[in-house]
């Protein structure tokens, strides 16, 4: 763009910065504390670092050096980088889920980008909700915003084998309870798993929603699979840096991208890539915050689509070959040849997702596999209903046991997870492998924060029988590294008194995913009956803090667990100034 076009875009930093009076020189005043000459608040672009590093989420611990990355193309492109900290969702640290404070990462996002003088903004995200959280509160605000994802980790490595980020536990430790591997085997994969900066190098949730950022349109072609230590990961982010500068002159808002094109694009890159459930819930709350209708059932727009993306959980290999592979531009390019893109769609690159993908190359037809070809026929995330879940539930069939996608069988019932937990290693607990296990109060406001226990593990006794998979059900989630035939985000969750806090052990379940069907066998009137007297007996818990604020407030997992207050988009205008 050449500079005299660029000069005719307000800019929104031109509010604080821009005038000679006493707020004027109190914004400026204070900046230049930290050594900004005076020519850099005249009508250049303020961007905006939206950084979740922290040293408790170990998997966007490296941020820092990606930030510095990131500034370098903001200078060289004429804008001022400004970096600032929001909470970060660490993973595998914060207890009793990072899933409860997602929402609190999304307003801390929200307000740190409208309260200040930012013109543009960069998300730098990488582990599970730290995607969403930014990408949810960037929504609301509705400036230029670009993504850039920390990568994921090289491969784990143990005795010569790849091993994938939180696949090898669930694996290893049914192993171990089986008494297959010992002790000291089972805790010498630890250092084997994780040996690099970066996230989960499986497709679970961070791979995932790294996938649904590309293929929403918000970050560069690529961004998705770069591993964090290549090199090419730091170029990114410096390509990044000049290009948001570019989006403000333009005024390439989020709402430009973040259309309904672009998220039945996302939709169907998930069939594609076999990816977590996770994306069901925090695609539906990205959309809310941006306007975008959305709904359960447009999940079925992925059901056409083949998973083509052999990773682990449903596959074999790691976020690394599928990078040198062709990462994500070579499954876009087979969706578009196939009719399953909406090549229309426009990216932060100004470009629509098609031009960005229509020469893609692929490297390697066991990776990303050709459409005739492909890991899983039917790929995709399954909606299920009836009168177990009578607001939806959802399976991912690429990670389940085909022969249990059609299933009837005896409920075995706990109550929560500590009953879970008392329970399935007893050996007298009344259970075979053709029993459906199934898991109470572990939804947004039951748990709270819907933790990741949906694949609950097999009792001890039947692993040592050889038994591999059952079918089970729950209104938790699951880690995207999990696999199984595992139902999820049963709706309304047991603590709403949906239908799932009646079952009782000895009902029977059917389930069909075939054709979307989970079915409890007890009639209307018994089953009004058993959640008339669970009313009775419901206790309200008052904890004060976020807490109560969180279990008030929290939406069910069809509408993606957002709070209602924060559904919609409020834009970036703040009228008063703060003195
Ligand atoms: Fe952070 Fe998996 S635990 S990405
Ligand atoms: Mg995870």
């Known amino acids: 763009m050449a500079n005299d076009d660029k000069k005719k875009v307000q800019l929104r930093s031109a509010s604080w910065f821009g005038t000679n009076d006493k707020n004027g020189f109190m914004y400026r005043s204070w900046m230049k504390n930290q050594g900004i000459p005076d020519h850099h608040f005249q009508n250049k672009p303020v961007i905006g670092i939206c950084n979740t590093w922290s040293e408790l989420t170990p998997c966007n611990a490296h941020f820092r050096q990606i930030a510095e990355r990131v500034k370098n193309g903001i200078r060289e492109a004429g804008g001022i980088p400004v970096e600032f900290p929001v909470f970060s969702n660490g993973e595998s640290n914060l207890r009793p889920t990072a899933m409860l404070t997602r929402n609190l990462a999304a307003m801390d996002t929200e307000e740190a980008i409208r309260g200040n003088p930012i013109d543009g903004v960069v998300l730098l995200v990488g582990c599970d909700k730290t995607t969403p959280a930014l990408l949810m509160g960037a929504a609301s605000c509705d400036l230029p915003t670009i993504v850039v994802t920390g990568g994921p980790m090289l491969n784990g490595k143990h005795h010569g084998q790849d091993v994938g980020s939180g696949t090898l536990v669930w694996q290893a430790h049914e192993e171990y309870k089986a008494g297959r591997i010992s002790l000291d085997e089972f805790m010498a994969m630890e250092g084997s798993m994780s040996r690099s900066a970066g996230t989960c190098n499986t497709m679970g949730t961070a791979s995932t929603m790294a996938c649904m950022a590309e293929s929403l349109g918000t970050s560069l072609p690529h961004n998705a699979a770069i591993p964090a230590v290549d090199a090419r990961r730091y170029v990114l982010a410096h390509l990044s840096g000049m290009r948001i500068v570019d989006m403000v002159h333009e005024d390439l808002k989020l709402s430009k991208v973040l259309t309904r094109d672009a998220f039945i694009n996302a939709i169907r890159t998930n069939a594609a890539i076999g990816g977590s459930t996770n994306a069901v819930i925090h695609l539906k709350a990205i959309a809310g915050r941006i306007g975008v209708d959305l709904s359960l059932d447009d999940w079925n727009h992925g059901k056409v689509v083949p998973t083509l993306v052999n990773l682990q959980p449903s596959g074999k290999y790691l976020m690394e070959e599928f990078y040198y592979s062709g990462g994500l531009p070579a499954v876009l390019r087979r969706l578009g040849e196939n009719d399953w893109l909406n090549k229309d769609a426009l990216t932060v690159n100004g470009r629509s997702i098609w031009?960005?993908?229509?020469?893609?190359?692929?490297?390697?037809?066991?990776?990303?596999?050709?459409?005739?070809?492909?890991?899983?026929?039917?790929?995709g995330i399954c909606v299920l209903r009836g009168n177990l879940a009578p607001r939806g539930a959802v399976l991912k069939p690429s990670a389940a046991t085909p022969a249990l996608l059609k299933h009837r069988g005896r409920a075995v019932v706990f109550e929560n997870f500590d009953h879970y937990k008392q329970r399935v290693n007893d050996p007298e607990l009344d259970i075979d492998a053709s029993c459906v296990m199934v898991l109470k109060n572990c939804g947004p406001k039951g748990y709270p924060g819907m933790a990741e226990v949906g694949n609950m593990g097999l009792p001890p006794k039947l692993l040592k029988q050889g038994v591999k998979d059952m079918v089970r059900i729950s209104d938790?989630?699951?880690?995207?590294?999990?696999?199984?035939?595992?139902?999820?985000?049963?709706?309304?969750?047991?603590?709403?008194?949906?239908?799932?806090?009646?079952?009782?052990?000895?009902?029977?379940?059917?389930?069909?995913?075939?054709?979307?069907?989970?079915?409890?066998?007890?009639?209307?009137?018994?089953?009004a009956a058993r959640l008339e007297k669970l009313k009775a007996s419901q206790v309200i818990f008052r904890t004060g803090g976020y807490l109560e604020m969180y279990r008030e407030r929290v939406l069910q997992a069809d509408e993606g667990c957002d709070f209602d207050f924060l559904v919609g988009c409020r834009g970036a205008a703040v009228p008063a100034h703060s003195h």
């Open 476 to 527: 938790a989630r699951m880690s995207g590294t999990a696999f199984g035939t595992v139902v999820l985000h049963v709706t309304p969750e047991a603590m709403e008194l949906g239908p799932l806090a009646a079952v009782q052990d000895g009902d029977m379940i059917q389930l069909d995913a075939h054709n979307g069907i989970l079915q409890l066998e007890v009639s209307d009137e018994e089953l």
């Open 355 to 379: 031009d960005n993908v229509k020469e893609a190359a692929c490297y390697n037809d066991d990776v990303i596999r050709p459409v005739d070809n492909p890991l899983v026929a039917s790929g």
